[in-house]
């Protein structure tokens, strides 16, 4: 009897132990994010241009996420991302660095494979929308282009996020997340109403890359 009451009780607390770890993804969760990104900007018509040539250089990203895991396996989100990226030109033997920050907000469907393994195979991707907080010119050759071209740019622009890693559980509320995050532009970054924008121009987009690291805390 005692040995069946014993053997009883060591099933209910492992049920109870896994059932609690199935659930451990689902419902409410808050966290950060940041990665070194590659960013390249480019336009169908600079790239036919034979006296134009650019380089991506290295910029970053960071800043807060929240969702909800409506399954164990789904759920919707957002980000509010800070974007600094640059981009080197040789315009005509003119050079310079150009210098965009964004806040970008995507709204990101997710998914997560099994959520009582210690490691889950994890998957983001939505559209996106920019909103540019400046646009600077630095390091020319000549001294006269640099500083502010913002108005070069739309202020609003429309785009898409993807991001896959690992989430790795530490402890029943907070995960570790790794992996790789995508995004470009999809409209037109550059405003037609710009003094000197050429008719017939080509759209100008962008595309970011990188290595992201973050931190979530579940709250159910």
Sequence with gaps: MTKTILLATIISVTLLTITKRSNAQKGFYAGVQ???????KFNGSDVDNAGMDYKA??????????????TKHLGIG???????????????????????KYIKVPVLFT?????ASRIMF??????????????TISKASNP????????????????????????IR??????ADAGLRFDGSITNLESK?????????????AINAGAEVGIKYFLN
């Design 34 to 40: 940041g990665a070194p990104l590659l960013s390249i």
């Design 57 to 70: 250089k290295t910029s970053y990203a960071y800043g807060i996420s929240a969702g909800y895991n409506f």
């Design 78 to 100: 957002t980000e509010v991302m800070y974007y600094q990226e640059k981009q080197r030109y040789l315009d005509h033997s003119v050079d310079y660095t150009e210098k965009l």
């Design 111 to 115: 998914y997560n494979t099994n959520p």
């Design 122 to 135: 994890i998957a983001k991707a939505g559209p996106q929308v920019g909103i540019l907080m400046s646009s």
């Design 144 to 167: 006269a282009m640099n500083g502010n071209n913002r108005d070069l740019y739309k202020k609003l622009s429309l785009g898409a996020m993807l991001g896959t890693g690992a989430r």
């Design 170 to 175: 530490l402890t029943d509320h907070i995960y």
């Design 193 to 205: 109403n710009y003094t000197g924008y050429q008719s017939g121009r080509g759209k100008t987009h």
